[in-house]
């Protein structure tokens, strides 16, 4: 299973930005898809994550400026950035709750990180 993350660049605070995350390779289901985020010298922190029903949950930070969604049948999930702020630099990485095979448990799945930068 691979996860591909897009979407990343470089944006003016304020302003929008829309990161998407595919999942491919051999899936039988996905449960719950998120991303994450990692600034420079800091923890990877939970960004928002959506369930297979289109549960939602967010960080206090993020909350109303971002919009987590997803496309069941493109294995795929989207974080809307609105309104971004200068502390919303990070790379941002996708995950995802993978089963891969009846009798197997779920794994999880991360992607490859994209970068992005907010300028004041």
């Known amino acids: 299973v691979q996860l591909q993350a897009s979407g990343g660049g470089l944006v003016q605070a304020g302003g929008s930005l829309r990161l998407s995350c595919a999942a491919s390779g051999s899936i039988f289901n996905i449960q719950a898809m998120g991303w994450y985020r990692q600034a420079p010298g800091k923890q990877r922190e939970l960004v928002a994550s959506?369930?297979?029903?289109?549960?939602?949950s967010y960080a206090d930070s993020v909350k109303g400026r971002f919009t987590i969604s997803r496309d069941n049948a493109k294995n795929t999930v989207y974080l809307q950035m609105n309104s971004v702020k200068p502390e919303d630099t990070a790379v941002y990485y996708c995950n995802a709750d993978v089963l891969t095979g009846w009798g197997i448990p779920y794994s999880d799945y991360w992607g490859q990180g994209t970068l992005v930068t907010v300028s004041s």
């Open positions: 959506i369930t297979s029903g289109g549960a939602t």
